[in-house]
């Protein structure tokens, strides 16, 4: 199947063409022009959500299983189209692309799977008690109740599993909330294919029109209004700290605050203890080389930092590190606007006084090369420049001369999204001892592995404290994000006839 964009909106149910347009930027292939989203546009698609609230918030868990399974037939019906225009855009091979089409298929699936056992409704009851003294108690029932419209923003890095149909907007739909995503200009046209899938998939099930529609980039002003539009009731994002930021406190001013579940990265650092670094430090070196680099390092959990003890083990490690990402080639990047904030990470490390070159190298705007410093464990805890993302294939090792300057740089790290200890059964008294301080900075905490690759699944927590994510009791991935657009109702000496029916 050849996909030909037609650079349109979908809005409640049609194709909508506007006033001007904005020409795509490929990594290869042809450019398409695709239309820019109005504030209007904005209004219409939200009313139309707000109406579709009415049928599709009340519907049956059966009812939206139905639709999340069709979503993902309709999207396996396009795959070859979608890979196609989606390596155009993105730069991406194929195996990529089929393996996020592949993962963003199974994640609708599993919500849909996950809401029909409908566990994630948290029924709580409170049966009466009429004999009690001194006061009796009444009848009481809680349950999770859909939000209402929810507004979705497209990623720049995952142009499937984190955009259109991706994690925010399958849980979303899981939980009975109408969709308005706002796509990303990086990936129009792979944004375009799924809001058709979707849209077939609305038709088949015979929903409302406005369950689901998609608002092409192009105008930052589309993003504000959408935003703080009064019937917008959440906010998914995954993106920049600067861009997370700016919406964040745009949900927070509206006249009705509203929550913003941002996903903004971290440099997810690992810390290295002396056992394992002396019995497989080289392996691990080249294990972090392949996880720094994979996807040319644009993955939002790529371990930028490695905290190592000074000591031969240690420059055995960068050597062996250095060794295999010299191996490395020139990669492709997402947008000519992530290669040139990559590139400019990278000479901000470069330029702090206290940080040594192990490899630089040297590629074209568009591409990406590795990149790979180290600094003491003081000149790290001096410069809050060190702990920033790059976003991009650039490693920094951290070099502390003990275990009380490596759980300094534990306790100084703003949220992340991971931590991870490598560690042998010797490590076990000085890992425990970091583990309290993880904690309390991480989402999620690995033990000898690496962070890149986020499974979905029940028990995973994609998120941290801020600024890993600006609601540290969320998570984006597996089946806990469908929580966030749900808030509890307690019926009190309800009668049957008016209680949900799932109570």
Known sequence: MTFQPHGKHLIAGEWIAGDSSFASSPASGPTHNFAIGRVADVDTAVQAAEDAFWSFGYSTREERAAFLNAIADEIEARGEAITQIGTQETGLPEARLQGERGRTTGQLRMFAQHILQGDYLDHRLDAALPDRAPLPRPDMRMIQRPIGPVAVFGASNFPLAFSTAGGDTAAA????????????????????????????????????AGVFSLIQGGDRQVGSSLVQHPLIKAVGFTGSLAGGRALFDLCAARPEPIPFFGELGSVNPMFLFDAAMKNRGGDIAKGWAGSLTMGAGQFCTNPGIAVVLAGEQANQFIETA???????????????????????????????????????????????????????????????????????????????????????????LQGQLTCTVHMDDADTDEAAAMMPILERKAGRVLANGFPTGVEVSDTMVHGGPYPASTNFGATSVGSLSIRRFLRPVCYQNMPAALLPADL
């Open 322 to 412: 250095q060794g295999a990402l010299s191996d490395v080639g020139s990669q492709t990047m997402l947008t000519d606007g992530i290669a040139s904030a990559y590139h400019d990470g990278q000479k901000r490390i470069a330029a702090t006084s206290g940080v040594q070159d192990v490899l630089t190298t040297s590629c074209d705007l568009r591409n990406a090369t590795p990149y790979l410093y180290t600094t003491s464990a003081k000149t790290w805890l001096a410069n809050e420049t060190l702990a920033e993302e790059v976003f991009g294939p650039l490693g920094l090792v951290v070099v502390a001369d003990n275990q009380d300057e490596m759980r300094d740089i534990a306790k100084n």
């Open 173 to 208: 739909l899981a939980a009975g909330c109408p969709v308005i995503v706002k796509g990303h200009s990086a990936h129009p046209g792979t944004g375009e294919i799924i809001a058709e899938a979707i849209h077939a998939a609305i038709k088949t099930c015979g929903l409302h």
